[in-house]
């Protein structure tokens, strides 16, 4: 029998409370993290300011008013013939501090109807726990996941939202990229992951990345014990973001940098699916002489609550080569990093390598033998408005058609298990990383611009027409 796309794949679309949802403050949602960004730009960082500044513009504070809209953006996910749509719960709807004994009603009362509005279609739900939004208060008072009482708070948000939805969400992940803060010198990265607010090369920034990494693992892996319990019919992923990483030439030196790059920023995944540190990471430890708080009770956390399957993210590939100033092969970021001279970049130059997905999810499928979920792909591109409102953006059709092709080899040929494919950003929404608007990843266009100016008007693309298209015909046609 020859293998295909399974007739009950999860084709939908991926987003993030925080990056769509707007109502900052509405029904008494708190503070969060991305509270505190202000906007970037194409190479300028977004800044995390001590609090809401009122100088200052938060694009995150009204997004694209998704709050107000989901009714009407969700009947155009159905539209397009969306089986899945994978978004966050933002946790300061739910709890607004982080650190209170009961949770938001009216927080609560709003994922009760965007779920039922989602199952009016079909629609499954696919819902991240953290991506990005550590309540603000506990970054003030805590000092983000640095802080072991933090996985308290975070399990008393999962159980919480597990009981409440335990028939209306069956797909969960936990931790959104929880690898990105393998870059422990981007202060950007450790906040959104962790809630670490550094100075620029804190001294102590590895050593608190590795210490709140794991108290995040030993936070999933608890609450896939508990969601198990109160549904064992939940599917409980990691969520990992894998940029491949391949060795500069064929040098012994750069195959082997590329090899502990690899090492470096997968062993959360090992943590995850496997429910142990990799022993190459427990060498790396001794070596480094890196003592994070990590107790017997939390290794057998660890072998216990390993994950049902693999969520990641794919954009692209990146390149590295061996430094003489890093003899001991340590990836330690940006200056390891070569430009790959065969692929073709996007405007924000992020390098473009479809082929690179299907070696991604090789990987995946041979290190963890579980289900694979693709729940971020695509690509961050400017579009125009004609004069009769049309989006001609062939270029994203081209990026996504490509990709698909790709995931299509997976499944077919290489026989990998891939359960879904929700593309990131199906209607245009804030970016992450630069707090744009104007870096757009939608099917549907929403009329605002990075300064937070616009009508908020939703517009089909083109590439709206083509994804109903695939999906209707399960991926054959293209
Ligand atoms: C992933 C995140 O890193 O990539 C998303 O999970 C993010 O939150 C996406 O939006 C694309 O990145 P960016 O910076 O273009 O928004």
């Given at each position: 029998m020859k293998y295909k796309i399974p007739k009950d794949f999860l084709w939908g679309g991926a987003v993030a409370a925080h990056q769509l949802e707007g109502g900052w403050q509405a029904d008494g949602k708190g503070i969060s993290i991305a509270d505190v960004m202000t906007a970037g730009a194409n190479g300028v960082p977004r800044q995390i300011t001590a609090?809401?500044?009122?100088?200052k513009f938060y694009p995150n504070h009204e997004a694209i008013d998704f709050y107000h809209h989901y009714k009407e953006d969700i009947k155009l996910f159905a539209e397009m013939g969306f089986k899945s749509f994978r978004t966050s719960i933002a946790w300061t709807r739910i709890f607004p501090q982080g650190d209170e004994e009961l949770p938001n009603e009216a927080g609560l009362k709003f994922y009760d109807n965007l779920f039922a509005e989602c199952h009016k279609y079909g629609i499954e739900p696919v819902i991240t726990l953290a991506h990005f939004e550590i309540p603000y208060h506990l970054v003030k008072e805590?000092?983000?996941?640095?802080?072991?009482r933090v996985i308290d708070f975070f399990i008393r948000f999962a159980t919480t939202v597990f009981k409440r939805y335990r028939h209306q969400v069956k797909y969960w992940m936990t931790f959104?990229?929880?690898?990105?803060?393998?870059?422990?010198?981007?202060q950007f990265l450790m906040a959104t992951d962790s809630g670490l607010v550094l100075e620029p090369n804190d001294p102590d920034s590895e050593a608190l990345m590795y210490q709140a990494a794991h108290y995040e693992l030993v936070a999933s892996a608890l609450a896939v014990k508990i969601g198990h319990q109160i549904n064992p019919e939940f599917k409980i992923g990691c969520m990992i973001n894998v940029s491949p990483l391949y060795p500069a030439t064929c040098n012994p030196q750069d195959t082997f940098q590329a090899l502990k790059a690899m090492q470096r920023r997968y062993w959360f995944a090992d943590v995850h699916a496997l429910g142990s540190y990799p022993r190459h990471m427990e060498a790396f430890f001794a070596e480094k002489g890196l003592r994070s708080d990590i107790t017997a009770e939390d290794r057998i956390v660890l072998a216990e609550g390993t994950v049902d399957y693999i969520g990641f993210s794919y954009y692209n590939s990146m390149t590295v080569a061996a430094q003489t100033t890093n003899p001991e092969f340590h990836f330690v970021g940006p200056e390891a990093v070569q430009k790959n001279p065969y692929l073709q970049a996007s405007d924000w130059g992020w390098p473009i390598d479809p082929l690179g997905l299907r070696y991604s999810l090789n990987w995946l499928a041979d290190h963890y033998h579980k289900p694979l979920m693709i729940v971020e792909n695509g690509l961050g591109a400017k579009d125009e408005l004609t004069a009769d409102d049309q989006i001609h953006d062939q270029y994203r059709i081209a990026y996504l058609k490509a990709h698909i092709q790709a995931m299509k080899d997976a499944i077919e040929k290489d026989g990998v298990p891939v359960i879904g494919y929700t593309p990131w950003g199906c209607i245009d929404l804030v970016s992450a990383g630069t707090g744009q608007m104007s870096k757009r990843y939608g099917f549907i266009y929403v009329d605002?611009?990075?300064?937070?100016?616009?009508?908020?008007r939703r517009l089909k693309k083109d590439s709206f027409y083509w994804y109903q298209k695939v999906i209707k015909t399960n991926g054959s046609e293209l």
């Open positions: 609090g809401v500044l009122s100088d805590y000092g983000g996941w640095r802080d072991r959104n990229e929880i690898n990105n803060q393998t870059d422990y010198q981007e605002r611009d990075d300064q937070g100016k616009g009508s908020n």
